[in-house]
């Protein structure tokens, strides 16, 4: 039996940036991961865009993703004076087509609209297409994922975290503490953080939030694909610069834990290269699927556990998962520590979903 102040189920962004902010505070942590190939963080395009959701400036989930965008630069430039790795962020968001109307009052801050002249002079490799018009989102932006996950990996490390790679199968409370079973190794530890994503409904012996269900999506990579300087939403999928290639992404399939990737997907990713860049089907590689851990209203659950105030769901991240991830794990960390959050959690309390399932 290890013994841990703080477990934390799940080795997604959710469960590693978790693991971190508790191992900052000092705290003793181990993760238990079960290393999923089609975990969201895998696939996921690291796009970081609050202004892109359509919830008024003053909702409070809204006032909390712009929160954690903006949290981005200096949570970015503390994981490199720890590690070394250095994670590209890169800023500026383009919405072509924008579903808005005329007009920038309803705009969202440091948004501004460009006309079709603008658009090309700032991304000339975009088909000019049928567009009078474009938002630039300036503040919005994205990040990298391999070497993010790369950081946390080294950050983790150092930190002495232990990282033990098995599926946790259930948790029992008990007065010495929360024991996870796992095939491996049984865990003791004072504190639970579940962060298992898409299969945070699969552990016995907690009663469970419902709502987090598996939405699969795939991203590919365009070889050989001109240079852009901004992400890029248009033609119902979006293209994101990397380091050293294109990515365009991302198909939607609500047909539970299904991990194939099929020609459909193959087809619409290629339909979006094609209408923005015209680019060739047979440039698409390195296709990568990921199930995004949805819940019913795409927000996140972050609160304690309703029966046991012990354990901390951290989980249903659904499409802004890596945007939120390193606010939400202070969050999480400050509950952990019996401390208030940094930011309100109001919006994504378990009890939005009614009362807990009991315990399988
Ligand atoms: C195609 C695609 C594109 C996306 N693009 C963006 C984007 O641009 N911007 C953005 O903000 N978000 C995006 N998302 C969403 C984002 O990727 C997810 O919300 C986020 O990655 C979820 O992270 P997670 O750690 O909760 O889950 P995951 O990354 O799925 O990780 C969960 C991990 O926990 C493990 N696990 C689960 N249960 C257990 C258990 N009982 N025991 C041990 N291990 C367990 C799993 O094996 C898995 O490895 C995208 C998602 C997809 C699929």
Not at 21 to 36: H, T
Request: glycine share 10%; hydrophobic share 45%.
């Amino acid at each position: 039996m290890r013994a841990a102040d703080v477990a934390v189920v799940g080795d997604g962004i959710a469960g590693l940036t978790c693991a971190l902010a508790c191992a900052r505070r000092g705290l003793d942590v181990v993760v238990v991961g079960a290393r999923s190939i089609a975990a969201a963080s895998r696939a996921s395009a690291g796009v970081l865009a609050p202004s892109l959701a359509a919830r008024p400036a003053d909702d409070p989930a809204q006032r909390f993703l712009v929160a954690a965008r903006d949290a981005w630069p200096a949570w970015l430039e503390a994981l490199e004076e720890e590690t070394g790795v250095r994670v590209p962020l890169r800023f500026g968001v383009l919405e072509l087509d924008p579903p808005r109307g005329e007009g920038s009052a309803a705009l969202p801050q440091h948004s501004r609209r460009l006309d079709a002249r603008e658009l090309a002079e700032l991304e000339p490799a975009l088909l000019p297409g049928d567009r009078p018009s474009a938002l630039l989102h300036e503040r919005d932006g994205a990040d990298e994922l391999e070497p993010l996950l790369a950081a946390l990996d080294v950050a983790l490390a150092r930190r002495k975290v232990h990282r033990l790679a098995a599926g946790a199968r259930a948790v029992e409370g008990g007065r010495e503490g929360l024991v996870v079973d796992t095939p491996a190794e049984r865990i003791v530890a004072r504190h639970l953080v579940l962060a298992g994503g898409a299969w945070s409904g699969a552990m016995s012996g907690v009663s469970l939030p419902p709502a987090v269900r598996p939405v699969a999506g795939v991203t590919a990579r365009i070889r050989g694909a001109p240079r852009l300087r901004y992400v890029v939403f248009g033609a119902g999928g979006y293209l994101v610069p990397l380091s050293d290639a294109l990515l365009v992404g991302a198909t939607s399939r609500d047909v539970g834990f299904d991990a194939r990737i099929i020609a459909e997907d193959r087809g619409e990713l290629a339909a979006v290269a094609d209408a923005l860049l015209g680019s060739d089907p047979s440039r698409l590689g390195d296709h990568r699927l990921g199930f995004r851990p949805m819940t019913s209203d795409g927000l996140p659950i972050i609160d304690r556990d309703p029966a046991d105030e012990r354990i901390v769901h951290a989980t249903g991240y659904s499409r802004n998962g890596v945007l939120v991830a390193p606010l939400a794990a202070s969050c999480v960390a400050a509950l952990v520590a019996g401390e208030r959050p940094p930011a309100s959690l109001a919006p994504f309390g378990v009890a939005r979903f009614g009362p807990p399932r009991a315990s399988r």
